[in-house]
């Protein structure tokens, strides 16, 4: 159990466009979920934290207007990269925590974002 | 604010032997958790092990095995009897030992990684 999916996994768009990123979780409900970006070789870094029903909160120097996040449903969260640009290409991560039971963050397998 | 460290950016092992990847951590907490998880070549993010910061016995899951040390912020991970497919970074994370189990407050600190090789 506890397994998170994201769509896509990879994706190409043009620079000035629009992205969104799909993160769900498939086999419990997720009262929280979080959006990681990934340099490579790097850590992850933690962009922001999605709250079903709520505003997401986001880290220090993360753009809110920019990257876009809506949980609308205890299985779903999305990213959305507005008006992206090359230096948005990045390797995007999604983790889930159960509202409930438990401590661990359960993560998506990523999705690399290419903005030419 | 919590941070964690991981002075190892790279180590090695030769199969069948044993490693042991260093983790410290800072807090003025004195309850929390802490994990190490592994990212092979695919990314996927996976739970190698788990310790709560209450429990004074050292976590095992098979051939991995922590060394809790909390009075020296210490959590290294041993990995014993090395295989090919251990070939990954692994990340030390930090939690707050938070009873909310939502928002920020279940928020992952994770330190830089250690890039684990494994030969013949």
């Known amino acids: 159990g506890a397994v998170v999916s994201q769509h896509p996994s990879r994706v190409i768009c043009k620079s000035g466009t629009s992205v969104k990123i799909e993160c769900r979780s498939l086999?419990?409900?997720?009262?929280?979920m979080f959006w990681y970006r990934q340099f490579p070789k790097k850590s992850l870094m933690l962009m922001a934290t999605?709250?079903?029903?709520?505003?997401?909160?986001?880290e220090q120097g993360v753009e809110k207007d920019k990257f876009l996040i809506n949980h609308a449903s205890l299985t779903l969260s999305t990213l959305t990269v507005t008006s992206a640009h090359p230096e948005d290409s990045s390797f995007y991560i999604c983790?889930?925590?159960?509202?409930?039971?438990?401590?661990?963050?359960?993560f998506g397998p990523g999705t690399r974002l290419t903005v030419t | 604010a919590q941070t964690v460290t991981q002075s190892q950016p790279e180590m090695s092992v030769q199969e069948a032997e044993t490693v042991t990847l260093s983790c410290t951590y800072d807090?003025?907490?004195?309850?929390?958790?802490l994990f190490w998880y592994k990212q092979p070549p695919s990314r996927q993010m996976i739970l190698v092990i788990r310790?709560?910061?209450?429990?004074?016995q050292n976590a095992t899951e098979n051939r991995f095995s922590v060394n809790f040390q909390k009075a020296a912020k210490s959590f290294s991970l041993k990995i014993s009897d090395s295989q090919l497919g251990d070939a990954a970074m692994y990340f030390c994370?930090?939690?707050?030992?938070?009873?909310?189990?939502?928002?920020?407050?279940?928020?992952?600190?994770f330190g830089t990684g250690t890039r684990l090789q494994v030969t013949l």
């Open positions: 994370a930090y939690r707050r030992g938070s009873h909310i189990n939502t928002g920020t407050a279940s928020k992952l600190t």
């Open positions: 807090t003025s907490e004195s309850d929390y958790y």
């Open positions: 999605s709250n079903e029903g709520s505003k997401a909160t986001y």
């Open positions: 310790q709560e910061a209450y429990k004074q």
């Open positions: 086999d419990f409900q997720a009262t929280t």
């Open positions: 983790s889930a925590h159960r509202g409930t039971g438990g401590y661990e963050q359960y």
